[in-house]
Structures are given as C-alpha cells and as structure tokens.
C-alpha cells in the first residue's frame, strides 16, 4: 500500500523558500528571480511565475532598474506559512469533509471526521504560527525537501 501524501507543491514551497531568503538578506534590500533561481538550483521561468505571484498577492515587491529585483513588501514576522500557501495553491484541505459542499454520502456514519477535523485545524494552526522570520532564525539555507509523508492504514 502507498503512503498518503500530505505535501506542498512545488510553488509554494519555492514561495517560502524565496520569502526566508528575501528576508535573510542583511544590508542588501532586493534580489532578482536569477539570484534565487540559481542560490537554489530552481528553473527560473517557474520562480518568476512564483514571485510575480507573491508580488501580486502582497508578499513582495517588484523593484526596476539596475539595482532592482524583489523585497519583502512586510515584516517577515508578519508573513505566515499558512498565508503563503493559500496563496500559491488555495485552500489547504486535508479530506473532502472540509470543503464547501463536504458531502461524502458517510456523514451520519462518519466515525472519524471530528478526529480529522481536529487534525485538520492543527495542522492549519501549526501554518499560521510559523512566520517568515521564524524561519529564518533556524539559521539553515532552506533547500527542497522531501515532502512530509504521512502514512495511511
């Protein structure tokens, strides 16, 4: 049987890679998507999509010229994990029971869609309390990693 996935995708975690980066920077204010792109191996057409995005959404801005590139448009204490993924890839939703029309045919037999809830209201609680600073006070370059795989009996 295969592991049940819970993982971000590819632009959201390159968003939060790009934003602890951005907010790591000391004395230099911006940094343009080929900076990124090459500090962390990631094609650049995909991280300029990904940071027009951000742009767009808040996170950053977009500065011209010689000097220019991106910068956080907010304290990074300010931006959360949560935030940022909704940003990149919508809602977060663990089962089918949390969304909008959440109708599975089970729900007067249902035995683990309050387990699930709380699992799923833990999860989203552990996003909105990690911000960007705080991970960047973990002091290690961010690099792609292995999703966190969470196994299914």
């Given amino acids: 049987m295969q592991p049940a996935m819970l993982k971000l995708t590819k632009k959201a975690d390159y968003g939060l890679i790009s934003l602890k980066h951005l907010a790591m920077l000391e004395g230099q204010t911006t940094a343009s998507a080929k900076e990124l792109a090459d500090a962390y191996r990631i094609p650049v057409p995909i991280l300029s999509k990904v940071l027009q995005k951000l742009a767009r959404e808040g996170f950053l801005i977009s500065e011209q010229g010689t000097n220019g590139g991106y910068r956080l448009a907010r304290d990074p204490g300010s ?32 035995t683990v869609r309050e387990p699930l809830r ?36």
């Fill in 79 to 110: 931006i959360t994990a949560l935030e940022v993924i909704r940003a990149m890839d919508g809602p977060i939703i663990l089962t089918t029971c949390f969304t909008e029309h959440g109708e599975c045919g089970l729900n007067s037999r249902c």
């Fill in 118 to 153: 709380r699992v799923h209201e833990g999860i989203l609680s552990l996003l909105d309390n990690i911000t960007i600073s705080g991970l960047s006070e973990e002091g290690e370059t961010c690099a792609p990693r292995p999703p966190l795989t969470i196994l299914a009996s």
